[in-house]
């Protein structure tokens, strides 16, 4: 058993990675920016002995002293893709250099480090801040392991959810150039058995290692690739004229990215992300998976409700930041709510259920055309719309996305489910709904509550008040007409 030092962890890797580690019986010290977010519930009592959660912002060096443990291994798996296009640069160097001051005082004896393949001459400004994070990260005094991805397939990750995205909505794409551009896909699966395999392994140390499935394809025949698994029937014309700007703006409005994300794409793929031969296959010896084999194992694995983690759970928007769940206490003064009060018969497990399994691909149970509208809307403003979705059909937890709010609160303990609108709007918006029973009397309340920002946000009240006036009654008399118990 090793002590590991894991940043990262309510990532979409980190998380995995964590639940990896703790099944070989490793003790993991988790450095989160919030403690209120990471999935305590998750882990049996056993394997919270094990845990220990440090609560410090890579970001922000005052907030990571003193630093009181040591540990003989340390996971770097921060990055700033999904910020501002003009400020993830400067936080990437600022996380790196301060994760550096922390390992040198933790002692570590290895960093490992998971970044993006930057065999081309002209990089990317993405692939180019992830070098610089490599080079930053040598200066510890730690030995560093580089393992070094293009595309990751898993569900759950954002570059699945994209190619869905375009594969199951367009039947006809009119796609850049750069589509013809070759990448290693490689499976989640063998990228959690490379980072567990190249732990303390003193082979390793300072190397960098491409990590890669068997197929090298383009990004033409990976959508294509999808297409067959899913039995669809898909053209794609790739065309000259599609600017880096346009291709992006395409990306945001078909699929759930953020801009940001999209941009960063975009000017990726002018780069092939393509393996150089390396000794890691003899140094960790695994079966990597196919490109097909992926794409199958995720469908079932979302087919079967296991999506552990998704990146669309990480905070990136500009509309609330990484200290979210401050947000929980909903504000009464100065604000407009909306209150339904809607009395029931049927068990409250049920009710409980239906309110669980709001949003996403079951719609939100009333005037779901509307709502669709409401997030085209937002995607014109640039927010991020309607399609983000949720990580699982029937388990939420707070932090995870869903459609264009967050989640501050699932407590089916005491029956509340508590959402903060990430979409954009002149003031903060909070959708709620408990459950009260006394007497016999069984009560689902729901309660949408919305502080305005100045005129315009009371302006934007009062000219959305007649939707709310038909939408909010009858959403709540559906939770409970539309009520199931737990699958």
Not at 154 to 174: C, H, N
Not at 218 to 243: C, D, F, H, Q
């Amino acid at each position: 058993m090793i002590t590991i030092l894991l940043t990262g962890s309510t990532g979409y890797i980190g998380r995995r990675l964590l639940t990896a580690l703790l099944e070989d019986g490793h003790s993991l010290i988790c450095l989160v920016r919030d403690k209120r977010r990471f999935d305590w519930e998750d882990f049996s009592e056993v394997q919270l002995q094990r845990i220990r959660v440090v609560e410090g912002d890579l970001t922000k060096k005052e907030t990571l002293y003193p630093i009181d443990f040591n540990a003989d291994l340390a996971y770097y798996l921060v990055h700033s893709m999904s910020s501002s296009e003009k400020s993830f640069e400067v936080l990437e160097e600022e996380s790196a250099k301060n994760f550096v001051a922390i390992a040198n005082q933790c002692k570590v004896k290895q960093i490992v480090y998971l970044g993006g393949i930057a065999n081309d001459t002209q990089l990317s400004k993405h692939l180019t801040s992830r070098r610089h994070v490599e080079e930053i990260l040598q200066t510890a005094n730690a030995s560093l392991t580089v393992l070094r991805a293009a595309i990751i397939i898993g569900s759950g990750s954002a570059s699945y959810e994209i190619i869905r995205d375009l594969v199951e909505k367009l039947p006809v794409m009119i796609a850049p150039k750069w589509l013809n551009s070759k990448c290693q896909p490689i499976s989640i699966r063998n990228v959690i058995e490379y980072l567990k395999g190249v732990a303390l392994l003193p082979s390793t140390y300072n190397k960098v290692f491409d990590i890669g499935g068997p197929d090298v394809l383009t990004y033409k025949e990976m959508l294509m690739g999808y297409a067959r698994v899913r039995n669809l029937k898909r053209w794609i014309i790739t065309v000259p004229v599609l600017s880096p700007g346009l291709s992006s703006h395409w990306l945001f409005f078909v699929t759930s990215t953020s801009m940001s994300l999209a941009k960063s794409l975009v000017n990726s793929m002018k780069n092939e992300v393509v393996c150089k031969p390396s000794s890691i296959s003899q140094l960790v010896p695994i079966t990597l998976l196919t490109y097909t084999e992926m794409l199958t194992l995720t469908l079932a694995r979302i087919q079967q409700k296991l999506v552990v983690s998704s990146w669309k759970d990480a905070i990136n928007t500009e509309t609330i930041d990484s200290h979210f769940l401050n947000y929980i206490e909903v504000p009464t003064h100065g604000c407009f709510t909306d209150k339904r009060m809607v009395v029931f018969t049927n068990p409250s497990e049920d009710v409980l259920a239906s309110i669980w399994r709001i949003g996403g691909n079951n719609g939100w149970y009333y005037g779901n055309l509307l709502w669709k509208l409401r997030g085209v809307l937002d995607k014109l403003v640039g927010g991020v719309g309607l399609r983000r979705g949720r990580r699982s059909e029937v388990d939420l937890k707070a932090g995870d996305a869903l459609d264009f709010w967050r989640v501050l609160l699932a407590d089916k303990v005491n029956a509340r489910l508590l959402l903060f609108a990430e979409m954009k709007l002149p003031g903060e918006a909070w959708l709620e709904w408990k459950i009260k029973e006394s007497h016999s009397k069984k009560v689902l309340i729901q309660t949408a509550t919305f502080r305005p920002k100045g005129l315009w946000g009371r302006l934007y009240w009062y000219s959305v008040l007649p939707f709310h006036g038909f939408i909010f009654p009858q959403m709540a008399k559906q939770i409970i007409k539309k009520s199931i118990g737990p699958p």
